[in-house]
Structures are given as structure tokens and as C-alpha cells.
């Protein structure tokens, strides 16, 4: 099948052909068309380091591939893959205990924000979310930024992450409390 | 936007921000990005796979009927109820402080629950 045809297919049959005919590009078209916002995602939650997240998001999509027959045609496709991207995440962080910088131990951090000289208006926003994000641990700042950059219900974000309802509820109050105070030491 | 999401308010900073960032969201460039990934995508055999897990159903439910033939040959059913029946206690005294302990198990059991989910070390 030519690749223009394949824009036109639903995700579902896209996966599909993919499995059953091994159609590498059947997925390529899936991973072209989640590739943006799972590496959007996985910027934010690295603190906006871009390599870690092109690294991350390719092991999210190799790990994808390798379980696209486990896939259940009910779920969303996007769902999936940001379960996988999340648990990819968090192995990495596991291992190198990347940093979760609080504005106690690092006061500086809001004055880095504003200064970035190189990042226009928009990119600065991004950066500023990707560190206020940085803040909290690891599951917090995948649930609050589900919630809030995503805008998933409590019920998506606990099916995506495999947590209770009761802890995405948890981190949401107490992560927004952290966020707004971390925004008002920056000045808003 | 979600029914979760309903209180929010425009004058709230950080839903502010939250907002300016999804807009502004960028669409990312490919570049080289799906071509990298599908030069690198490992060789999957999805058919034996499923094959596969075929098979595990298929031993799983062999076993468990070859399990169940031995049980019901060899197990005495007449001894095992009666076994079981002797368990039962022929009068039972529900006493304030056996009320107590019940209530205290319980108690106990709902706090270790909810320090289990909550605890993030879990």
C-alpha cells in the first residue's frame, strides 16, 4: 500500500495492517501521527531536555511496535502509546533518578526562566511549564500534566497511568497546591 | 474540556499558563524522527505471537481439566465436607470485646490500605 493511502486509514486499521502484514509503513504512519505530541509530553516531563525526550520517545514507539498485537481496538490509540511513553519514562527515572529540583533547593530557578535570552514568547511558556512540571515527582507530573496540558479526565489519567482514582485525585490537589506556589514565587 | 475541569477559572495563573502553553503548542518537526525509528524497528513475528498465546491458553486449559479429573478420582468429597463441617463452630458469643477487636482489625486494615495507595514509595 503507498504511504498516501495510508493517511487516509483509521488508526485501527492502521495497526491492523501493521500485525498482519507486518506493514512497517502502516505504523510509521501512526508513529507520524503521535510523534509531535508524545515528544511534546515527554519534553515537558524532562524538563524540556530535548534529547532525553527524542530518546525516550523512540524507545516508547520500539516498545509499542514490539506489543502493537497486544493492542485492544476498544482503546484509544493515543491512550496506549502514552501508557507505554509513561512507563518508559518512569524506568528511565528509576534508573538515573533524574532530578526533581524544588524552588527551595534551587531559588535561581525562576530567574533562569525569565532570562532565557534565546526562546521567544511562545517557546519561553513551554520552558517555564517543563520547570514548574520539574518540581513535583515523577507520577505527580505525569498526572498533573495530563490534567492540565492534556486536560484528561481523573478516569482517563488513572486507566493511562495504572494508579487508583483516589491517588490521581491526590496529586492533582496537592500538585496544583505545589504548581501555584511555585508560580507565585516566580512572580506569576 | 472535561466536567473535572469545570472550576476552573480564567483568573487562576496556573490554569492560565497551562492554557497559553497548549495553545502555543508546537507541531514538531519530524526531521529524521519516524525514519531513525523504522530503520531501527526490531524484526516482531506478530503471528507467532498470537500463536503462541494460543498455545498458553490452550496448555492452561488442559491443565486445569487433567487437574480437575485427578481432584474429583482421587480426593474423598465425603471426608473433605465433613472436614469442613467440623470447622464450623456450634455456638458463637458475640461479646463487646470481640466487637471491639473486629472493629479495631478492620479500622486497622483500612488505614494500612489507604497508607498503601497513598504512600508514593509503593
Known sequence: ?188 | MNNETTYRTDQDPLDALFASARQAQPDLMDHSFTKILVNSLPKVNFMAQKESARKGLSFDLIGAVIGLLMAYIFIDRASLVSAFVGLIPESLVISPLLVISAVAAVGFSSVVAWWMVEDDSF
Open chain 1, 1 to 188: 500500500m503507498k504511504r498516501q493511502d495510508l493517511t487516509t486509514l483509521e488508526e485501527a486499521q492502521l495497526v491492523e495492517l501493521a500485525v498482519s502484514k507486518n506493514d512497517q509503513l502502516a505504523f510509521a504512519e501512526l508513529v507520524n501521527r503521535h510523534q509531535s505530541n508524545l515528544r511534546y509530553s515527554l519534553r515537558q516531563l524532562t524538563d524540556w531536555n530535548e534529547a532525553l525526550a527524542d530518546d525516550l520517545a523512540q524507545d516508547t514507539f520500539i516498545q509499542a511496535f514490539k506489543e502493537l498485537a497486544k493492542f485492544r481496538q476498544q482503546a484509544k490509540f493515543s491512550s496506549w502509546l502514552y501508557r507505554i511513553g509513561y512507563n518508559v519514562f518512569l524506568q528511565h527515572v528509576r534508573k538515573k533518578a533524574l532530578d526533581t529540583q524544588s524552588l527551595d533547593d534551587n531559588p535561581l530557578l525562576g530567574n533562569q526562566i525569565e532570562q532565557g535570552p534565546e526562546h521567544d514568547e511562545a517557546s519561553e511558556v513551554h520552558h517555564k511549564v517543563a520547570k514548574l512540571l520539574a518540581t513535583l515527582e515523577p507520577e505527580r507530573r505525569s498526572v498533573l500534566h495530563l490534567f492540565l496540558h492534556r486536560q484528561n479526565t481523573h478516569q482517563e489519567i488513572s486507566d493511562i497511568m495504572g494508579v487508583p482514582l483516589g491517588t490521581v485525585k491526590t496529586h492533582i490537589n496537592r500538585g496544583r497546591v505545589v504548581l501555584q506556589d511555585g508560580l507565585q514565587a516566580w512572580g506569576g
